[in-house]
């Protein structure tokens, strides 16, 4: 059996999991738990079918598996394992049938999403095809690069954790918080930072594979290209959500880049002085 057939194995046992615990509980978050976890699986089958030796495949390996341990422990702080659903598919479910709910669950939340979480790792399959390339230092460079991402992604988490963690402490107080959204340190030059960096870091993965296959000609990079995809529907859909609840939130989106850094000057009027460091 070829990795790539054992990884889609794993795959379907995955989905097939993932939609039964959705149909028996109710809930639609079962992929969103499996996200930080399946991709590690992933990519460690490649890595042990180059026998835990091959230079490249080990590197990548270990750089997902810090991806998804940073990953799983901030979703598990926020509640994600013990029952709380993401609050978009119930504002899904409210505007759709009770039959069209399912069919979006079943071929977009539990087959596109982890066909796509196959897909963002397999530039792993590309380093695995050319194995025999030796590390080289632009290998280095890139990772270097990811961990980077990674650092500035979990800055991004804590500061709206301790944003998140003031306002709870401000209700908690009998005071209603004058700043209803995160809008300093990272996210003072993009409203989604940490959005940004989780993109980055599966693009530097595949320019990891690419430098084993000598060429960024590979077809690999669909996972990426369609995670981006992704991710700007998701961004779209959030931030209409956030608009509804929190009117404001329009001069924070005309004052700052909306998921790519850069530099902005937020409105006096928004600009919050709890802390977000």
Same mark, same amino acid.
């Given at each position: ?81 013990? +029952?709380? $659903? ?19 669950? *079943? ?28 590390? %080289? ?41 004058? @700043? ?26 595949? *320019? ?5 296959? +000598? ?23 959030? $931030?209409?959500?956030?608009?509804? %609840? ?12 909306? @998921? ?18």
């Amino acid at each position: 059996m070829t990795p790539l057939l054992l990884v889609v194995f794993i795959a379907g046992g995955v989905c097939a999991f993932a939609w039964i615990a959705s149909l028996l509980s109710g809930d639609t978050s079962w992929v969103d738990r499996s996200w930080s976890i399946v991709p590690v699986i992933y990519v460690w089958v490649f890595a042990a079918y180059g026998h835990l030796v091959n230079a490249r495949l080990d590197l990548m390996a270990s750089l997902v598996t810090i991806w998804g341990v940073r990953l799983t422990f901030n979703f598990a702080r926020r509640g994600g394992y013990t +029952g709380l $659903e993401d609050y978009r598919w119930p504002v899904l479910r409210a505007s759709m049938s009770k039959w069209r709910f399912q069919l979006f669950n *079943f071929f977009f939340i539990v087959l596109y999403q982890n066909f796509l979480l196959v897909l963002i790792v397999l530039p792993v399959l590309t380093a695995y095809q050319h194995r025999a390339t030796p590390l %080289r230092p632009l290998d280095v460079l890139l990772s270097a690069a990811f961990l980077a991402c990674t650092l500035a992604e979990t800055v991004a988490d804590q500061q709206q954790w301790n944003f998140q963690q003031w306002k709870v402490a401000e209700a908690k107080a009998g005071r209603v918080p004058a @700043i209803r959204f995160v809008q300093t340190g990272l996210f003072r030059y993009s409203r989604h930072p940490n959005y940004f960096y989780e993109q980055a870091q599966w693009w530097i993965l595949f *320019f990891v594979g690419a430098v084993a296959a +000598g060429s960024v000609l590979e077809w690999t990079v669909l996972g990426a290209l369609l995670l981006t995809l992704l991710f700007l529907g998701s961004t779209s859909f959030t $931030e209409r959500l956030t608009l509804e %609840r929190y009117p404001e939130y329009a001069l924070y989106q005309k004052s700052t880049s909306a @998921i790519i850094p850069w530099t902005t000057q937020a409105p006096r009027s928004i600009v919050q002085t709890a802390p977000s460091d």
